[in-house]
């Protein structure tokens, strides 16, 4: 839908301009992470603001209000909001006022994205710079939120994977990190709540990962964070089945198909092959061993792919099922008596580089650690398994995770600037905001971002927050690159 910028907003943002005391010139406004609801996470990673400025600021601003005729975008508003609240409910002329200016009037000052960023420290802030449009600043507040606490959420989901994966390596491998990339592969797409959610998703799981099944997340990146899949390895994946595929050969058929799946289709290279259809036991304990040779002989890795029961019971083994059967096994030791393989520097067992092992279904933080510590703890490196990470992951979210808000802390009024704030009495401190001009610095006892706020002009001025976009200018244009090399420094 093509949609008027200044109507994405609450509806009862449209008579605040009204509302705010007589003189106001300047709201100063941040966006910050409050509080988390996760123990196992206390920062969250920064990132998508560059987006909604290109996209929504710029993009849409441009398109679809400064670039139409002011008669008809006036009517268009006119419309809807007399619509919506009354005839003649409110007057108009600030908006014509700000399509004669012909752009917005906003700074934003913001970190790095790719910031690992503890909570109550603001991500950015967001003021006007005419005071004429004083009510622009929070009136953005609606879109602001709608666009950027998902990215930030799923950014900093996927790098808790990473962090996860990262420790196990360094226990059960060693040296060698070229794996992590693809230790865990994006399958949400989906499950997700529209496409523009699961490209925005998709695109904060590409800063810790390359494995994704989300193909246009790499179109998001190429558009707004100037990748170039031509000349770096933005997101990747390699050919896999479904079920269709598997059912369409047959049950009586299902080695078959494994067969010619691993000689005819691809000789050469991995792929994933679903062997969870019908018996994923069977697939394990006759199939495999019988298409041994050919596995073997192949240049390029088999991968098995589970699909359903208790993931971490089926890659490390099942203790209550019958002993010494597949089920109390687990998928990698049986596949190791099978295949064998190699001893890491760690000393754990990892598979012959021609078998390896994907589970997608029902894969959540507390699984992953349980597969990896079960896994370590039979011996075998993390290296065995990759994981995919579901909607159940990345969609079962809400903008409370971590208690994202926009809230503003100062304002002038006839030139005299007021600290502003909230701190309900029935709120049990996550509500309770900061004050004042605010500063973010890196504090140097701890290497944490932290906050100082009731700053003074001079103050604010300074510290971790850059100007990123001013007066319907982009300032500052990160890349896929820049983020992730900032990100991963963090780790």
């Known amino acids: 839908m093509k949609l008027l910028p200044l109507l994405l907003k609450d509806g009862y943002k449209v008579g605040h301009k009204f509302q705010y005391p007589a003189g106001t010139s300047l709201v100063y406004s941040n966006l910050t992470p409050r509080k988390s609801r996760n123990p196992d996470m206390e920062n969250v990673v920064f990132f998508g603001l560059q987006y909604f400025i290109k996209e929504y600021l710029i993009k849409q601003f441009n398109e679809e209000f400064f670039n139409r005729p002011k008669e008809e975008v006036m009517k268009a508003y006119r419309r809807r909001i007399d619509n919506y609240l009354g005839k003649d409910s409110i007057t108009y002329d600030h908006i014509a006022a700000l399509h004669d200016l012909g752009y917005l009037p906003i700074e934003i000052k913001a970190l790095p994205e790719g910031s690992l960023v ?49 420790q196990y390596a360094h226990d059960t491998v060693g040296e060698d990190k070229s794996f992590l990339p693809w230790q865990g592969h994006d399958f949400s797409f989906r499950g997700m709540s529209g496409v523009e959610d ?102 390029g890795k088999l991968v098995i792919r589970p699909d359903s029961g208790d993931p971490v019971k089926i890659i490390v083994g099942d203790p209550d099922a019958v002993p010494g059967s597949p089920a109390f096994k687990g998928a990698i030791e049986c596949m190791w008596e099978t295949f064998g393989g190699s001893i890491t520097e760690k000393g754990y067992k990892l598979l012959d580089g021609h078998i390896g092992l994907i589970y997608g279904d029902s894969i959540t933080l507390e699984r992953q650690k349980a597969i990896l510590e079960g896994l370590k703890q039979k011996g075998f490196a993390s290296y065995n398994v990759v994981l995919g990470i579901g909607s159940f992951t990345y969609e079962y979210v809400t903008r409370d995770n971590f208690g994202f808000a926009m809230k503003a802390t100062y304002g002038e009024v006839d030139g005299v600037g007021r600290d502003i704030f909230k701190d309900p009495k029935t709120d049990d401190g996550t509500k309770k905001s900061a004050r004042g001009l605010m500063q973010v610095y890196r504090d140097k006892s701890t290497g944490k971002l932290a906050l100082k706020d009731q700053c003074s002009w001079q103050e604010e001025a300074q510290g ?20 992730r090399h900032l990100l991963k420094s963090q780790l």
């Open 118 to 166: 503890s909570m109550k420290v603001p991500v950015f802030t967001i003021r006007n710079t005419k005071p004429a449009f004083f009510w622009l600043t929070n009136m953005l507040e609606t879109i602001v939120s709608a666009i950027t606490w998902k990215p930030c959420t799923s950014a900093t989901t996927a790098f808790h994977y990473l962090r996860v994966f990262t």
């Open 198 to 299: 699961a490209l925005m998703s998709g695109a904060g799981h590409l800063l810790s990962f390359a494995g994704t099944d989300t193909i246009p997340a790499i179109d998001f990146l190429e558009t707004y964070y100037n990748a170039d899949a031509d000349n770096e390895l933005v997101g990747g994946s390699v050919p896999a089945t479904e079920h269709s595929v598997m059912c369409m050969g047959t049950q009586d058929g299902e080695i078959k198909t494994f067969e010619r799946l691993i000689t005819e289709v691809y000789p050469t290279g991995i792929v994933s092959v679903v062997s969870d259809t019908w018996d994923f036991w069977q697939v394990i304990t006759e199939f495999l061993p019988q298409l041994k040779t050919k596995i073997l002989a192949r240049n």
């Open 464 to 483: 971790e927050l850059q100007p990123v976009f001013r007066d319907g200018k982009l300032l500052r244009d990160w890349s896929l690159s820049e983020i």
